[in-house]
């Protein structure tokens, strides 16, 4: 379906034009409609599918109208991380263009200067706020932010605020917002927990679902079975034969993120650490640098597969397995957007085999196991059906439900 097909204004339109934005996702056209209508809404997307868009679109489109306060808050969506708040603070100001709506991202992690830039939007009235849950806490607790007005409430990766513990912040957030509103919840799950949640939040809600989204054809995935000590000189041998140019290495662990950063730094290599132990300005330094290639690696944490969008990552490199599958799609889903080729390698211990065989069912792909170099040492054997235990059992019940259906077309 075409924009132009759906009941949008004219200066929206003009704004999507100029970004040569002309067909809708499938988000975007099953969620747009019913947004419109002034449904209360629970959708399950993955980041990349243009979730953002999905409700970002229908509600400017709402308050170009200009039948909202002008001086008060009209729409707030919450979002788990400082950088999502400010990369669709970035949409936002890109589609509203030709639009009279202003907005502001409200996160912590700044400086004095930063805490007053906020606090001074958020007073002359701005239109729309994305916020992180602890920032607009500590408005709140101030006084210093009237949320009375707000006609739109959007909880984006809902998920990972329920998994980062902010249940209780987001129900003490939504009691201060008007009774009369339309909810709107994005989740790339739907969880037990986020039902609950959707539940507390929403009324009568219509239920879009788009299942989980498997890698992208274009990205070449392998795999090496090794041991945990074997990793670091794999990453060597590798980038031997290959220079890196724009690569991410994931790990689970802060720690290890430190630790892989530091081996990587004695190896000369231009590289840097994302994680949370980093300020805020020390974050968008890191990215800044990586998106005009004074950095060549960036070692991170999962905060950087969701939600944070970096063009032409030409290689990512899983140090360890993901726990959740969806983790895995959205990791090696960093490489291989808007149609370029990409590589996704994963390095798999004997420990985590079970939770790789795991996703390897859910994508409905043995994904190739290349082999350690000889020199190395002997490596254990891929046979993860020999692992077993409460965690295989509990990994795979957790996603027996979700697994994608096969095509028998």
Do not use: W
């Not at 067909?23 to 990349?48: N, S, V, Y």
């Not at 101030?142 to 249940?167: H, N, P, Q, T, Y």
């Not at 630790?259 to 800044?288: C, G, P, T, W």
């Amino acid at each position: 379906m075409k924009f132009d097909e759906l009941n949008l204004e004219d200066a929206l339109l003009d704004g999507l034009c100029a970004m040569n934005f002309k067909e809708t996702t499938p988000i975007q056209e099953k969620t747009i409609p019913i947004i419109l209508e002034g449904k209360d809404m629970i959708a399950c997307a993955q980041t990349g599918t243009g979730k953002t868009a999905a409700y970002l679109l229908p509600i400017l489109n709402i308050l170009c109208k200009g039948e909202h306060r002008e001086d008060k808050i009209n729409a707030l969506i919450m979002v788990p991380t400082r950088e999502l708040a400010q990369q669709i603070d970035q949409q936002l100001e890109a589609f509203a263009y030709f639009l009279p709506v202003s907005s502001v991202a409200v996160y912590g992690g700044g400086d004095g200067g930063l805490f007053d830039q906020q606090d001074k939007a958020l007073r002359s009235g701005v239109d729309v706020v994305i916020a992180t849950p602890g920032r607009l806490i500590a408005l709140l607790n101030m006084g210093r932010i009237d949320m009375s007005f707000v006609k739109f409430f959007v909880l984006d990766e809902a998920d990972r605020m329920l998994e980062m513990g902010f249940v209780d912040d987001i129900m003490r957030i939504a009691s201060y917002l008007p009774e009369k509103k339309q909810t709107l919840l994005f989740s790339a799950t739907m969880a037990p927990k986020i039902l609950t949640l959707a539940k507390k939040t929403l009324i009568n809600p219509v239920e879009v679902k788009l299942s989980v989204s498997k890698p992208a054809e274009k990205i070449s995935q392998s795999a090496y079975v090794c041991y945990e000590t074997q990793k670091m000189p794999i990453i060597e041998s590798i980038f031997k034969s290959k220079s890196p140019e724009r690569v991410i290495i994931f790990s689970s662990s802060k720690q290890k993120v430190k630790d892989i950063y530091l081996m990587l730094r004695r190896m000369n290599f231009k590289v840097a650490a994302m994680h949370s132990d980093l300020e805020q300005k020390e974050r968008e330094d890191v990215l800044r640098q990586f998106k005009n290639g004074s950095i060549k690696l960036l070692v991170a944490t999962d905060i950087v597969a969701r939600g944070i969008d970096i063009e032409d990552i030409e290689m990512v490199i899983n140090f360890d397995v993901p726990h959740d599958v969806e983790d895995y799609v959205h990791r090696i889903g960093r490489t291989a957007r808007a149609n370029a080729d990409g590589e996704a390698i994963t390095f798999i211990s004997d420990k985590e085999q079970y939770q790789f065989k795991a996703i390897e069912d859910f994508i409905e792909k043995d994904v190739k196991k290349i082999p350690v170099p000889e020199e190395m040492g002997a490596t254990p054997l891929y046979n993860p059906i020999k692992q077993q235990g409460d965690g295989r059992k509990n990994f795979y019940r957790k996603y027996k439900n979700n697994r994608p259906k096969r095509n028998t077309n």
